[in-house]
């Protein structure tokens, strides 16, 4: 199963983010940054560099990209080319994107548009996403189809280099956001009772998208990417229907780092509060698709999931 080559940055900016906000060194690099919550990532700009880019082909399918390298930007422009949806900033949607090098002129991937490749999860919120990118896709919900070209200081920078990608290389982004991951149809019935729940899957095709519902809403603490929570859950292979894991089952609930389970948990938890009690469902690719051998590589996973609390810091 291929990968996104784009995640493995992401995840080091996510990395450095939560290693800023765990460190004591006052001293540490880029301290004096921009403070993530004044960045308005809905109201990004369009300019001349932007303008530049030519983007044709249906939504949903991979466009057609044309320009002429040698872009040049300062800050992040972007271009709204296919109205759809608006949504809240930092929602979660999931995205199909392609990448390329603003400054060679070279086309770096595409992906999500595939049938082998699933859309990819994001959050516009600097916190988690290079400042460029959550600018790129700001309050942009399904339907939508944007153009945003970034400069390298709002880019990846120098851990760029590590897939191919100049410092100050100016990127280009085109991007089919695809789904809000709202699960509202095909919902698994819940039985049983809260200390020892069951999940009934429907007579469907697995889901093939990160969808998401929320049964409760709790009034308890945000839940964030640096954050350690306490949950219990209950996880179903949708292709068998039985259950793999359930914490209900040892009887007493779970602690870990968000920032250490898989792709598909994680987003799931992200956002929601303390008290809330949701359901998720995820491909292989947000689940263990990236674990060789694993008896879950190939399954669809379905997760219940009350979240108790946040963990020690």
């Known amino acids: 199963m291929r990968r996104s080559l784009i995640a493995l940055p992401f995840l080091f900016a996510s990395a450095l983010v939560l290693a800023g906000c ?42 057609t990209v044309t320009f002429d390298a040698g872009l040049e930007v300062s800050t992040t422009e972007r271009e709204v080319v296919i109205e ?73 920078g120098e851990q760029g280099e590590q897939v191919g990608i100049g410092a100050d290389d100016v990127l280009v982004f085109v991007v089919d956001v695809l789904t809000d991951n709202v699960w509202s149809t095909d919902l698994p019935e819940i039985g049983g009772s809260a200390e020892a729940p069951t999940v009934t899957l429907p007579a469907t095709a697995p889901k093939t998208e990160l969808e998401i519902a929320v049964l409760e809403e709790g009034d308890g603490d945000v839940v964030g990417p640096a954050d350690s929570v306490v949950v219990n859950y209950l996880g179903t292979a949708w292709e068998t229907g039985e259950v793999f894991d359930s914490s209900f089952d040892r009887g007493e609930p779970a602690e870990f780092q968000v920032s250490g389970v898989v792709t598909g948990f994680r987003e799931a938890l992200v956002g929601q509060t ?13 689940g263990y698709g990236g674990s060789e051998g694993h008896a879950l590589q190939t399954s669809t996973l379905v997760f219940y999931i009350q979240i108790v609390d946040l963990g020690a810091a």
Do not use: H
Request: charged share 15%; glycine share 16%; net charge negative.
């Open 22 to 63: 765990a460190g004591d060194d006052p001293s540490t690099p880029d301290s004096a940054e921009t403070d993530p919550a004044a960045i308005d990532v809905c109201a990004t700009p369009g300019g001349d560099g932007v303008a530049a880019v030519d983007v044709s082909g249906d939504f949903g399918s991979t466009p």
């Open 84 to 156: 759809g949806d608006e949504v809240e900033p930092g929602q979660l949607v999931s995205a199909a994107y392609g990448l390329y090098n603003g400054t060679t002129g070279e086309q770096i991937e595409t992906y999500g548009w595939g049938t082998t490749d699933p859309a990819t999860p994001f959050r516009a919120d600097t916190e988690l996403l290079f400042e460029g990118f959550a600018k790129t896709i700001g309050c942009l919900g399904p339907g939508s189809r944007v153009v945003g070209v970034i400069p390298g200081s709002e880019a990846f």
């Open 274 to 286: 303390v008290g809330s009690t949701i359901v998720v469902t995820m491909p292989p690719a947000l």
